[in-house]
């Protein structure tokens, strides 16, 4: 599969303090992919790093030491900028303009021809819902209404490789779906989309690969299915006709049964047990199967785990 | 383009822009210049509506008065070709120190730059010490300013007497140094001569102001080459009384060892020789001119 | 390719100005200057035009100059500050055609004001002329309607290219457009009273290297107060070409400077 971006050892160091200066490693050693095509998270709590690995990769800030190349080439070139499209993080464009004047602009920025800017500004301003606003100044638009007009100019290039900082910060859950709702359709134009969020749940949705970050170091990453399925749960077992003994016998062996109806119980096994013994041990005392499932672990789960034990791994697909 | 090499490029760059930007500069101050517009220098003609005007800010547009006198008085210097040269020197100085009368600096220095003779400043005397008595009516116990009068008097106007009079009248002042009372009665006594002269231009020599030390200094040189001439004019005339005639040029004199070689003044300029009367002076090239009034008559 | 870019960021800086109300400082100016005149014209007779001129000239150099490092400090302070300008260097632009471009914009933004304002004080010349009888226009040194005034907004118009470029300098490198405007403004009086320093040791008697020293300074400054033709126009006296042309030159030269060095601090420029 082919790389969009890669990094090598990736480190960022700040110097904070005046007087006497000391140095906070921002990233370090950062070493990761992001695959073309699909969706990838850039997850972590606040203060990972995330915003400063794709500042890094839009040449926003430099290195300390390390590389990273997109499409191949370096952060910041002119063949690298031309292929994407950034939104930062709580964006704000210039409140003098009108949405469609500011589209415009970056188009002609972009190397468009003044019709080509037209036809994409209101092609770009209707996918985002702001057709009607087009011609409104910016200093009179909600913040929801900001973020749009930010993933309309992130794609006014028709850029093959979409970077969204924190793209669903600020909003209320109507806004929140609208953007996944569009990442899930920029995806489907064969674009590939990387987005930075603390927000663990709209990873799951999204994502077909993830990145975790705490405290400037990669924890994890790879596919989000691998991810989740590293967890220790194993699968659920559902069986009707459980005499109450032989649920509470199986649940003093360690195995958690919980009653979900008359007769009708769940036992859940861990990663390392089979659970064929289970079934025929059910099937000998009478009970009947409903259903045999696998359990994965949430990525919220997996995330806290990965922080608290702080381990790297990496898991390639 | 990043890194060092970068850096030094686009420092380079900058630098060398605003060494060309300052070439072009002189090069505009060397060819061309624009004529003066006197007004704008004084704005105000009188020192009493400035005084009213500037409100409760007298001694700010004092001190903006000041340094005009110095710019006006700088640039007047350096342009020897100029007609009504220093003219405005005396108004901006009545300005500044109306504005501000205990302007001590004002009033010395402005005096000082007013007695000068031309092409050094306006040769006017008169101007200075009248200026000094303003100060003096301003500040009563001052006793520069009544120094700075009898000095002014003593080298510029050539009034011994009045010089005498200052110098004594300085000398009761508050905090007045205790050798002006010798210099009073030197001043009185012989104010004439030569010797007295030197001896109270070497008192003014050791002064703390560092323009009347360069004032006195000065002085002192054209008394040196002064004698010079008059030594000169002896072995001009012992020549004529060995040979009937006055010499031809001073090569004559060195030919037959009178002269060791073409005499000099104190600032090494060579002495003028007039063959047809046998008179030597200092040369008008010399920068010791022109030699003061009051040094001439001795 | 290049010149559109730039010309679209210049553009755009000019856009924001002209919605940002800076045009109605023009308005404003036009008003008082006809206030003033007429004020004038009731007090002093054949003086007028002279105050008029002096007063008009003043007023379009002051005005361009707060104009200019107020808007020459909002440039690229504000854009870091407000971040708008995140998105605009993801976009394949080179970092040193929006610095061009916005010194351009400005500048075209200050000429506009000032050749505006000095068409308000053509407008009240004319006035002037109509209404004052022969032998009032007779003792004038100089026309009410003086093609030469044109020279001295040149001058402006050169001096304030040359102060924005200070202004574009420092907004590139400081975080805080306080200390932008300080800076701005510290400069510019600076290069107001370098030619003092320039000429410092022909006055004052010092050392040699303190001489030298506060002389070197004086040059290197930008010379603002060298721009300053108003007096000699107001009174008739003439000014040379020669002397116009090496002005012109002298500003192109130091605009390169700061340009460059702007150029040169914001390509390295971090955002955090």
């Not at chain 1, 969009?4 to 200066?21: A, Q």
């Not at chain 1, 800030?61 to 031309?82: K, M, Q, Y």
């Not at chain 2, 822009?17 to 101050?29: F, I, P, T």
């Amino acid at each position: 599969m082919a790389t969009v971006v890669s990094t090598d050892r990736l480190t960022k160091d700040f110097k904070t303090g005046f007087l006497r200066p000391r140095t906070h490693r921002g990233l370090d050693e950062l070493t990761f992919e992001i695959p073309a095509g699909g969706v990838f998270g850039l997850l972590g709590p606040n203060g990972a790093g995330k915003s400063t690995t794709l500042k890094l990769l839009l040449n926003l800030l430099t290195p300390t030491s390390g590389r990273a190349e997109l499409f191949g080439f370096p952060p910041g070139d002119l063949n690298a900028r031309r292929r994407l499209g950034f939104l930062p993080e709580n964006p704000s464009f210039y409140e003098y303009l009108t949405a469609e004047e500011l589209l415009t602009y970056f188009s002609g920025l972009c190397g468009q021809s003044a019709d080509d800017a037209r036809r994409r500004s209101s092609a770009l301003l209707d996918l985002v819902s702001l057709g009607a606003d087009r011609r409104r100044p910016m200093r009179q638009f909600s913040k929801g209404m900001i973020q749009r007009v930010g993933i309309a100019q992130s794609l006014i290039n028709d850029p093959e490789l979409v970077v969204l900082d924190e793209p669903m910060s600020g909003l209320d859950p109507i806004g929140r779906r609208e953007v996944r709702e569009l990442i899930l359709k920029l995806r489907d134009q064969g674009r590939t989309v990387v987005f930075s969020s603390h927000v663990l749940s709209d990873a799951e949705l999204l994502c077909s690969n993830v990145g975790i970050l705490a405290r400037g170091r990669l924890l994890a990453s790879g596919a989000l299915s691998e991810l989740t399925a590293r967890g220790k749960r194993g699968c659920e077992v559902v069986a009707s006709a459980v005499q109450d003994e032989l649920a509470t016998r199986i649940h003093g062996r360690g195995l958690r049964a919980t009653r979900i109806g008359d007769g009708r119980y769940s036992f859940e096994l861990d990663g390392g047990q089979p659970p064929e013994p289970l079934i025929a041990e059910l099937a000998a005392a009478g009970a009947s199967l409903v259903s045999v499932l696998p359990l994965k672990t949430t990525l919220e789960e997996a995330f806290v785990e990965l922080v608290r034990t702080g381990s790297e791994a990496a898991v390639k697909s | 383009m990043t890194g060092r090499r970068g850096v030094i490029a686009t420092l380079m760059f900058a630098l060398g822009s605003v060494g060309v930007a300052a070439g072009v500069l002189h090069a505009r101050e060397s060819s061309y210049s624009l004529p003066q517009v006197t007004e704008r220098l004084l704005y105000l003609k009188s020192a009493k509506a400035a005084d009213r005007l500037a409100l409760s800010f007298d001694s700010v547009v004092a001190d903006i008065y000041w340094i005009r006198t110095i710019q006006h008085y700088g640039r007047d210097y350096k342009n020897r070709k100029q007609t009504n040269r220093f003219e405005l020197l005396y108004p901006l100085l009545d300005l500044t120190t109306t504005l501000d009368p205990h302007f001590l600096i004002a009033y010395r220095f402005g005096a000082h730059f007013l007695s000068a003779r031309p092409p050094e400043g306006p040769g006017r005397p008169d101007q200075a010490i009248a200026l000094l008595e303003k100060g003096l009516a301003a500040t009563p116990g001052r006793w520069e300013l009544a120094h700075d009068i009898a000095f002014i008097n003593y080298l510029y106007t050539g009034d011994f007497k009045q010089a005498g009079i200052w110098f004594d009248k300085a000398s009761r002042m508050p905090n007045a140094p205790p050798w002006l009372k010798q210099l009073a009665a030197t001043t009185l006594a012989r104010g004439g001569d030569r010797k007295t002269a030197v001896e109270i231009l070497l008192r003014m020599r050791s002064s703390e102001e560092r323009y009347i030390q360069l004032a006195a200094e000065r002085a002192l040189m054209q008394i040196a080459a002064i004698e010079g001439a008059e030594q000169l004019t002896a072995i001009v005339n012992a020549f004529k009384a060995r040979t009937g005639r006055y010499p031809t040029s001073w090569q004559e004199l060195i030919a037959v060892r009178m002269l060791q070689g073409i005499p000099g003044d104190p600032t090494k300029t060579a002495y003028a020789y007039d063959p047809a009367t046998g008179t030597v002076s200092i040369s008008e090239d010399s920068p010791l001119m022109p030699i003061l009034p009051t040094l001439l008559g001795k | 390719m290049t010149g559109r870019r730039i010309g679209l960021v210049a553009w755009h800086v000019f856009k924001e100005s002209v919605r940002d109300r800076v045009l109605y400082g023009i308005g404003g100016f036009s008003v008082l200057l006809v206030a003033v005149s007429l004020a004038i014209g009731q007090i002093t007779a054949g003086q007028d035009v002279k105050i008029i001129k002096d007063f008009g000239l003043a007023t379009i150099e002051l005005a361009a100059a707060v104009m200019t490092i107020f808007i020459g400090i909002g440039l690229v302070s504000k854009e870091i500050e407000k971040r708008t300008v995140y998105a605009l260097l993801a976009k394949p632009l080179p970092r040193w055609e929006f610095v061009v471009g916005k010194y351009l914009g400005l500048l075209l933004t200050i000429t506009v004001n000032v050749w505006a304002m000095g068409l308000a004080l053509f407008a009240v010349l004319a006035v002037l002329l109509f209404i004052s009888p022969e032998n009032i226009r007779m003792s004038w040194t100089a026309p009410a309607v003086d093609p030469r005034l044109l020279l001295v907004l040149l001058l402006i118009t050169a001096e304030m290219a040359l102060l924005t470029a200070v202004a574009l300098f420092f907004s590139t490198f400081s975080s805080s457009a306080l200390v932008s405007v300080v800076f701005t403004i510290g400069v510019f009086i600076a290069g107001l009273v370098s030619t003092d320093l320039r000429h410092f040791s022909d006055i004052v008697v010092v050392s040699p290297a303190i001489g030298k020293t506060v002389s070197a300074i004086g040059w290197m400054l930008p010379a603002f107060s060298e721009f300053d033709i108003k007096s000699q126009v107001v009174h008739g006296l003439p000014v040379a070409g020669g002397f116009i042309a090496l002005t012109l030159l002298y500003a192109a030269a130091y605009t390169c400077a700061l340009v460059g060095a702007a150029v040169g601090v914001f390509s390295r420029r971090e955002f955090k």
